[in-house]
RNA sequence: GCGGAUGUGGUGAAAUUGGUAGACACGCUAGACUUAGGAUCUAGUGCCGAGAGGUAUGCGGGUUCGAGUCCCUCCAUCCGCACCA
């Protein structure tokens, strides 16, 4: 019987529904090994060639996994909301979630197909309100809390009311950048407005008037990690900054735990750095310089070069700090307002491509020196950024590169204040430079100078120890209708939350999937019975980002059907945390960290028992196209072969890869292929083919490169696929996508077969295997097994290629090798191995809970071994030696050989290294 | 500018602790068997050279008996961040 995938496909597909195979349950005492894909947003494309490579290694690893005694939980769902789905709504009229079902069922064909072993009863969709209910019930977990800055953990918000009742809020401890204080007596007569405005300040989901990134196309707030260039990550709208009323998440009480917890996750360092650079943390002081004029509030700056204060020649502050207005005297308002309104015209992406180009202007204030008691200019420029630090810096143009182009620019003091120091070229940024015209800290360097100068801050009570992060809020709502409902109403505009058991507040009902007329989010079209919850006098409009359900759905599979909770406590401290997550890196970070973030939160309400959600990452690289170019004439329907192109005068023109085999073109193909195309001439390669150049692109519609895996399935089989996705290489990296190779993955599966039958028909031989079919067999075990256990899953193909073809060579059909070998293929070709097995085996057991083959090294003992013979490191001959032999003996063997005497040609050997089973190295 | 990754045949790549560079596969060349082949099998295939041999892991140095692997300098490509005070 020939191979015939198709049909094995099918039969066992079958078989694994009805047996449900997949399907796992909590087994106390086993124990457990959770592999995750990071779960795919379902788009209208489907799946190409790119996607499956990350779900292919981790269904290896969850096999063998299981092969190994594990309980593997290995599950697969949707990031169903997002915005393509809704766009499509808006043009079409369509419900998105019509689209959204109808894109899921091809996924899952999709995935059906590759034979992955998905436990699929525990399938979870985003946009399912059975799902975000519990979304919903998390955001009411982070809005009823706020961060304990000495406990460093959330705590219940009622917590910090209480304290406050009692007696205001000057001891307390809690994240905020709220710096006003009120006595108990205080709060208590606050109205209940004023108090929940206070309370936002602490709430770690909040309400808060925003610098957004709104981008007017989708009529939406983009995250920052959304934004690239001032332009949308999804489809490259222009994004410009806008004042809005925003909920937000306060993700920066966690900014220091974010980043410590790095450490104890094995993440490829390419990441962990992307998350240590957004979170971006910096310690210095922060410096209050007085203002020359009195009853004007001194102004705060952050620095992390406080040693460098006696170099101050101006301040400047950021043109949007609220600070500048107060401070600038009558006869500059004119020019500070022009300057301020200039500034405001120019977008995000203006202000990043003049970057080089600094300007600003003289506010008319001055400050006071804390040290030197001189007075110090204060200008307004766009290098200042407002929403880092404190919108305001100390210029030291002698220490700061963009401080010295400032000051030559508007042509400032550029005071020196260090040693032997060449100032006309540009600033000293040489941390081990000597200061000098810097009083107290004459002499000494960055490293001695700090301290010092800190002490002194504090003592004359100007300056403090600081530590300041790059990261901000994430802003956590969308004006978009595809997405979860915020489970909040409003009275009197005051946010009020829905009960649990009210919940899920599901989308409502609307007749456009668009902005009001007043610029409301399409939320706000429904009526008042359109809301199966409506309370107050309206209900929240916004709905929240893409990254709200994927913060947590790793929690959710654990349980997925879980009425009281994310997911049961039993299931929790069973499965915990992910032990092996797979997924693109371009989600660095974005949702990494939200996740991240979010399971700390859970952890520290003890919702869930770990504070980090995924132990180890990989991000599997991209798979890049591999266009097909043929060559036009210039004003011709005429094509020339690639290598006669030189000799014409044509350009390149991308064609189908689905009428190109290995660069040769399918003439005939390519003519039917576009009507302009019809009468198209050739000119042919000698040899009567027509071959192609390539180029190695990103897979778009547009390069006509997209490969989907169906018609590769359709062509060789899934176990073919699997298998030639991980043989391209190492996982991590990006390669391109070439199906030249397939056909010899697809040669290893038939010859694999063939291994097992004889003339087409199936037989094992019952008798015992020679030394050299065990050694075979063993040696391939140990082979796979350690590939598989550092994640080097292209060499394991490689591995079996040999085994088979040493087995071939052998002629071996012996049933105690073959069934081994067979066990060794099943992580990654489940199909074939699933027939061979039931061959063997019966039809009674799966191969998928057969134990894989364990290694045994006495197979593998060798008596002799085969020592290459170098002289002078290079490697000349190699000769056959005992094992037993010890080094004399050897030395004494090698140096009486006839080949020694040809390379010693006469001379006498300074030094002979040898390593007792590795090499000899003969030192001429 | 800062940070990370990667550079090995015509191509994808292998070489886990420094120890026979290029395994395995594609492609190519020649041949066998076939009505045919996108089937199967055999032999060859880094480069130079008829051969002996020489030479070769981005460039240049270094450490070592021995370097693709360790150290230093530089170059190229890709990715991320970027007036972050």
């Given at each position: 019987m020939e191979l015939d995938f198709k049909s094995l496909a099918l039969k066992w597909q079958k078989n694994w529904t009805d047996t449900q195979a997949y399907k796992v349950e909590i087994q106390p005492g086993k124990p457990k090994y959770y592999v995750l894909d990071m779960f795919p947003y379902p788009s209208g494309a489907g799946l190409h060639v790119g996607h499956p490579l990350g779900y292919i290694a981790s269904d290896i690893v969850a096999r063998y996994k299981r092969m190994n005694g594990f309980n593997v939980l290995h599950p697969m769902g949707y990031d169903s909301f997002g915005l393509p789905a809704e766009q499509y709504a808006i043009q079409t009229?369509?419900?998105?979630?019509?689209?959204?079902?109808?894109?899921?069922?091809?996924?899952?064909?999709?995935?059906?197909?590759?034979?992955?072993?998905?436990?699929?009863?525990?399938?979870?969709?985003?946009?399912?309100?059975?799902?975000?209910?519990?979304?919903?019930?998390?955001?009411?977990?982070?809005?009823?809390?706020?961060?304990?800055?000495?406990?460093?953990?959330?705590?219940?918000?009622?917590?910090?009311?209480?304290?406050?009742?009692?007696?205001?809020?000057?001891?307390?401890?809690?994240?905020?950048?709220?710096?006003?204080?009120?006595?108990?007596?205080?709060?208590?007569?606050?109205?209940?407005?004023?108090?929940?405005?206070?309370?936002?300040?602490?709430?770690?989901?909040?309400?808060?008037?925003?610098?957004?990134?709104?981008?007017?196309?989708?009529?939406?707030?983009?995250?920052?990690?959304?934004?690239?260039?001032?332009?949308?990550?999804?489809?490259?709208?222009?994004?410009?900054?806008?004042?809005?009323?925003?909920?937000?998440?306060?993700?920066?009480?966690?900014?220091?735990?974010?980043?410590?917890?790095?450490?104890?996750?094995?993440?490829?360092?390419?990441?962990?750095?992307?998350?240590?650079?957004?979170?971006?943390?910096?310690?210095?002081?922060?410096?209050?310089?007085?203002?020359?004029?009195?009853?004007?509030?001194?102004?705060?700056?952050?620095?992390?070069?406080?040693?460098?204060?006696?170099?101050?020649?101006?301040?400047?502050?950021?043109?949007?700090?609220?600070?500048v207005e107060i401070l600038t005297p009558p006869e500059c308002k004119a020019s500070v307002l022009q300057y301020q309104k200039e500034v405001s015209l120019k977008s995000e992406r203006e202000r990043l491509t003049e970057i080089k180009n600094q300007t600003g202007v003289f506010t008319g204030a001055y400050v006071i020196h804390p040290f030197s008691k001189e007075k110090v200019p204060v200008w307004i420029g766009d290098y200042v950024l407002a929403n880092y630090g404190t919108g305001a810096v100390m210029a030291v143009p002698a220490g700061d590169q963009r401080d010295y182009d400032f000051a030559m620019k508007f042509n400032l003091p550029i005071p020196s204040i260090f040693e032997n120091c060449d100032l006309t070229q540009g600033a000293v940024v040489d941390k081990k430079a000597i200061l000098c015209n810097a009083s107290f800290l004459d002499g000494l360097t960055y490293a001695e100078a700090t301290p010092k100068v800190l002490d002194a801050l504090e003592k004359i009570g100007q300056g403090i120890r600081k530590i300041n992060y790059r990261l901000r809020d994430a802003v956590f709502s969308r004006q978009r209708y595809w997405g979860e409902p915020f489970p909040v109403y409003y009275d009197l505009e005051i946010p009020r939350l829905v009960e649990d058991r009210d919940l899920p507040v599901e989308l409502p009902k609307i007749d456009a999937f668009l902005p009001t007329e007043e610029g409301e989010p399409p939320l706000a079209r429904a009526q008042k019975t359109d809301w199966n919850v409506h309370l107050g006098d309206r209900m929240e409009f916004n709905t929240m980002p893409g990254w709200a359900g994927s913060s947590w759905y790793f929690l959710r599979y654990l349980d997925p059907k879980c009425e009281e909770g994310l997911a049961s406590k039993e299931s929790m401290d069973y499965w915990k945390n992910v032990d092996l997550y797979i997924g693109g890196n371009e989600h660095a970070t974005g949702h990494l960290l939200y996740a991240r973030f979010w399971t700390k939160f859970l952890c520290d309400l003890g919702i869930v028992p770990f504070d980090e959600p995924f132990k180890k990452l990989i991000n599997q690289g991209m798979i890049l196209g591999r266009s097909s170019y043929v060559y036009r004439l210039k004003a011709k329907n005429t094509f020339v072969s690639h290598g006669l192109k030189e000799a014409h005068e044509c350009f390149p023109v991308?064609?189908?890869?689905?009428?190109?085999?290995?660069?040769?073109?399918?003439?005939?193909?390519?003519?039917?292929?576009?009507?302009?195309?019809?009468?198209?001439?050739?000119?042919?390669?000698?040899?009567?083919?027509?071959?192609?150049?390539?180029?190695?692109?990103?897979?778009?519609?547009?390069?006509f490169n997209v490969q989907t895996p169906d018609e590769l399935v359709e062509k060789y089989g899934a176990d073919t696929l699997r298998m030639y996705e991980m043989f391209l290489g190492p996982i991590e990296q990006s390669k391109p996508w070439d199906i030249k190779g397939i056909t010899g993955v697809h040669g290893f599966l038939k010859k694999f077969w063939r291994l097992y039958h004889s003339n087409g028909v199936f037989g094992l031989s019952e008798e015992t295997p020679t030394s050299e079919e065990w050694r075979v067999l063993h040696k391939t075990i140990?082979?796979?097994?350690?590939?598989?256990?550092?994640?080097?899953?292209?060499?394991?193909?490689?591995?079996?290629?040999?085994?088979?073809?040493?087995?071939?060579?052998?002629?071996?059909?012996?049933?105690?090798?073959?069934?081994?070998?067979?066990?060794?293929?099943?992580?990654?070709?489940?199909?074939?191995?699933?027939?061979?097995?039931?061959?063997?085996?019966?039809?009674?057991?799966?191969?998928?809970?057969?134990?894989?083959?364990?290694?045994?090294?006495?197979?593998?003992?060798?008596?002799?071994?085969?020592?290459?013979?170098?002289?002078?490191?290079k490697m000349r001959f190699t000769v056959e030696l005992d094992l037993s032999l010890d080094i004399k003996e050897i030395e004494k063997l090698i140096l009486n050989m006839e080949e020694t005497k040809k390379w010693l040609d006469g001379k006498v050997p300074k030094k002979m290294i040898i390593v007792p089973g590795r090499i000899v190295n003969v030192v001429i």
């Open positions: 009229g369509q419900h998105p979630a019509k689209t959204t079902e109808q894109n899921v069922k091809r996924y899952r064909e999709q995935m059906d197909q590759l034979g992955f072993s998905f436990d699929w009863s525990r399938s979870v969709q985003t946009s399912d309100p059975g799902y975000y209910k519990w979304t919903q019930w998390i955001f009411k977990r982070f809005f009823n809390a706020y961060y304990d800055t000495k406990l460093l953990k959330a705590r219940d918000i009622s917590d910090l009311i209480s304290q406050f009742e009692s007696e205001g809020n000057v001891n307390v401890e809690a994240y905020t950048e709220y710096n006003e204080f009120f006595t108990a007596t205080d709060w208590k007569a606050f109205s209940a407005s004023d108090k929940e405005n206070i309370l936002q300040h602490y709430r770690l989901a909040y309400l808060s008037d925003v610098w957004v990134n709104w981008c007017p196309t989708l009529g939406t707030v983009l995250a920052n990690d959304e934004v690239v260039n001032g332009t949308s990550v999804r489809g490259g709208h222009p994004v410009e900054q806008k004042k809005m009323r925003q909920w937000s998440m306060r993700i920066k009480a966690y900014a220091e735990r974010l980043l410590e917890g790095l450490n104890n996750i094995d993440w490829s360092d390419s990441i962990k750095d992307q998350q240590k650079n957004w979170i971006g943390k910096s310690e210095g002081a922060l410096i209050s310089f007085e203002m020359a004029e009195a009853n004007l509030p001194a102004i705060q700056v952050f620095s992390t070069r406080p040693d460098t204060i006696f170099g101050v020649s101006f301040l400047v502050l950021a043109p949007e700090n609220p600070i991308h064609v189908d890869i689905a009428l190109v085999e290995n660069d040769l073109l399918n003439l005939e193909g390519f003519k039917n292929w576009l009507p302009e195309y019809k009468n198209a001439e050739f000119i042919l390669e000698p040899n009567g083919t027509y071959v192609c150049g390539y180029e190695v692109e990103k897979m778009s519609k547009s390069k140990k082979k796979v097994r350690e590939d598989i256990d550092r994640f080097s899953l292209n060499t394991v193909v490689s591995s079996m290629m040999i085994a088979v073809n040493e087995l071939t060579d052998l002629k071996c059909n012996k049933k105690q090798i073959l069934t081994d070998l067979n066990l060794l293929l099943a992580p990654y070709a489940p199909y074939i191995t699933a027939e061979i097995w039931e061959k063997i085996a019966g039809k009674n057991t799966l191969i998928n809970d057969a134990k894989f083959p364990e290694f045994d090294e006495s197979y593998l003992v060798e008596s002799t071994f085969s020592y290459p013979i170098s002289f002078n490191g």
